[in-house]
């Protein structure tokens, strides 16, 4: 089974910008699709962007608004988050997870690692 470790959060201002990293370990990383999702506070946890196995597929939240990009390195075992425009209202804790099913399936994901850190402040 895979297993996921995020690191790249932190507190950023209004309009900057972070790189969230993902390492898989553990398993046939280009078997999985992967995406990234977050949790706010006091609120459910929802999908952000996922990618296809192969890294050519992608597929975005509205609340995107083509602010983040989501990419993966097959040969690295690893995704990333570039995160640009940030607003405050993306404070959340941000997780990278992976689905044996198709990428834009969001329930499918059911490996997850334990969450970065995202605050932006106002």
């Given at each position: 089974q895979v297993q996921l470790v995020e690191s790249g959060g932190g507190l950023v201002q209004a309009g900057g910008s972070l790189r969230l990293s993902c390492a898989a370990s553990g398993?046939?990383?280009?078997d999985y699709a992967m995406g990234w999702f977050r949790q706010a506070p006091g609120k459910e946890r929802e999908f952000a962007a996922t990618i296809s196995r192969s890294g050519i597929s992608t597929y975005y939240a509205d609340?995107?608004?083509?602010?983040?990009?989501?990419?993966?390195?097959?040969?690295?075992?690893?995704?990333y988050l570039q995160m640009n425009s940030l607003k405050p209202e993306?404070?959340?804790?941000?997780?990278?997870?992976?689905?044996?099913?198709?990428y834009a399936s969001t329930g499918s994901y059911g490996r997850w690692g334990q969450g970065t850190q995202v605050t932006v402040s106002s």
């Open positions: 398993g046939t990383f280009r609340f995107v608004e083509g602010r983040f990009t989501i990419s993966r390195d097959n040969a690295k075992n690893a995704i993306d404070t959340a804790v941000y997780y990278c997870a992976a689905s044996s099913g198709h």
